[in-house]
């Protein structure tokens, strides 16, 4: 077997930060203001997320009404319900459900993830009537709230954002530490934070799912192989690093095969592929699910989003600010959400832009590159992508790859910066859990595709 680029990535400790770094994530928008030190998800009960409808209702943990009667008369189709997990993630809560009911996963609907190490609460919905079977539900850790027919199913994206809970722990409490994150949280709330795609976005032990969609994309498939199967991470479990770093040097696939654990699934698949079909790399690839293809193609947008915003912040560019050549997107009244209109910050909106920016109506934008993104249209962004795509030696035709087709890239935008609403400290006390520290409890609510965590890393930084 040949050898890949990288046999190893060793982070200092698995330090977080430099964890970031390899997916693009470099830069705080408050590195000039003094924080805390702290611990994050210490307890699965520090860190609480309860779903936002699109109507911009907060889903209660306990909220559980009398359930109507499902009605074919009144063309109910579905049966929607309140899932609350208790350290679960959402996949993970899917499977038991629809194991236990007897259906398939991708029966059950819902509008967006929810954090593992957490309380959550969230919608979901399945085809058909289920009222008395959810009644009925008992999982560890799983409950099942607000039973009710209805004629429309909970789709991805169909909500608000999340609000969210959270205690961060062990905090160094030497006297002004509350005035300090009373000033930190002022910035917050008018300036926002870098609206980058979080870690969990691209693996959080293995992060590196931008990497093997960017080898798809130049049709390097025995290098997207090796990243995937055989490139070895300090951060993640010892047993899954000894099994690659065994494949590595050995090269025997039927041994790999029943060594690598059952978790290690998308692995195996390829593993069996290349025992059935040696050294096609492509056919192993193309054999993975294709919602996993899609997944790691969208993982390398992200990651040149995020290292756009990043090479922005060090070049001495605003990301608060509009600079000539910005685009802003108008956001809509009634949710607050982006629309399709754009405009040029350059000319004769530029009052008015100004104006809706600091009335939360318009955001500034980068493009998620795609097979139909001009970049023209993006002055400021332009340099920028070019320059991240020359550093990196990749060339700007990979955009025209036939896959971006396929899975309908054709590209989009994402604001640049986040705005939490309602960020403010609950409680600042003596912490039960660590002796001689203090905890910290705040709440803020997000909209739906910005991450909580990346809030938290302006905090601890």
């Not at 409808?53 to 009144?74: A, H, K, M, W």
């Not at 340099?383 to 087709?405: P, Q, R």
């Amino acid at each position: 077997m040949e050898e890949n680029r990288d046999i190893v990535h060793v982070f200092n400790n698995n330090n977080e930060r430099e964890v970031e770094k390899i997916v693009g994530i470099e830069v705080f928008s408050t590195s000039g203001i003094k924080s805390i030190h702290g611990t994050i998800k210490n307890r699965y009960k520090d860190f609480i997320v309860k779903e936002i409808t699109y109507s911009g209702r907060v889903l209660e943990i306990n909220e559980d009404y009398t359930p109507t009667s499902y009605s074919e008369e009144t063309k109910d189709n579905y049966t929607t319900f309140n899932l609350v997990k208790i350290n679960k993630d959402t996949f993970e809560a899917v499977r038991l459900i629809s194991s236990a009911l007897g259906i398939a996963p991708k029966a059950i609907e819902y509008a967006g993830l929810k954090d593992k190490r957490a309380i959550s609460v969230q919608q979901a919905s399945i085809k058909g009537n289920h009222v008395e079977k959810l009644k009925k539900l008992k999982l560890n850790d799983i409950f099942i709230r607000n039973i009710n027919p209805s004629k429309y199913p909970v789709k991805l994206g169909n909500n608000w954002g999340n609000h969210f809970e959270i205690t961060i722990r062990n905090i160094e409490h030497k006297g002004n530490e509350k005035k300090v994150l009373e000033d930190l949280l002022v910035i917050l709330r008018t300036q926002g934070f870098p609206n980058y795609y979080g870690i969990q976005r691209f693996g959080t032990f293995r992060p590196n799912s931008h990497l093997v969609g960017r080898f798809i994309l130049e049709n390097e498939f025995k290098k997207a192989f090796d990243e995937f199967v055989i490139t070895n991470y300090s951060s993640e479990l010892p047993q899954s690093r000894e099994v690659r770093e065994d494949l590595r040097k050995t090269g025997n696939f039927e041994k790999a095969y029943d060594a690598f654990p059952k978790g290690l699934n998308y692995e195996r698949i390829m593993i069996k592929y290349l025992i059935d079909n040696p050294r096609d790399y492509e056919g192993a690839i193309n054999h993975l699910p294709k919602y996993l293809i899609k997944l790691l193609i969208s993982s390398f947008q992200s990651y040149l989003f995020n290292k756009m915003i990043s090479l922005r912040y060090k070049k001495g560019i605003s990301l608060s600010k509009p600079v000539k050549g910005d685009i802003f997107n108008i956001l809509d009244d009634e949710n607050g959400n982006i629309t399709q209109i754009k405009y040029l910050y350059n000319g004769l909106y530029d009052k008015f832009l100004e104006e809706a920016y600091d009335l939360n109506r318009a955001k500034i934008v980068y493009p998620l590159i795609g097979y139909n993104t001009n970049l023209d249209e993006y002055p400021t962004i332009k340099s920028l992508a070019l320059e991240i795509l020359d550093n990196e030696g990749i060339s700007a035709d990979i955009f025209n790859h036939k896959l971006l087709e396929t899975y309908e890239f054709k590209g989009s935008f994402r604001p640049i910066i986040a705005k939490p609403l309602g960020l403010k400290i609950l409680e600042y006390s003596e912490d039960e859990v660590f002796q001689n520290k203090y905890k910290l409890k705040i709440e803020f609510s997000l909209q739906k595709g910005s991450y909580a965590t990346l809030l938290l890393r302006e905090i601890v930084k």
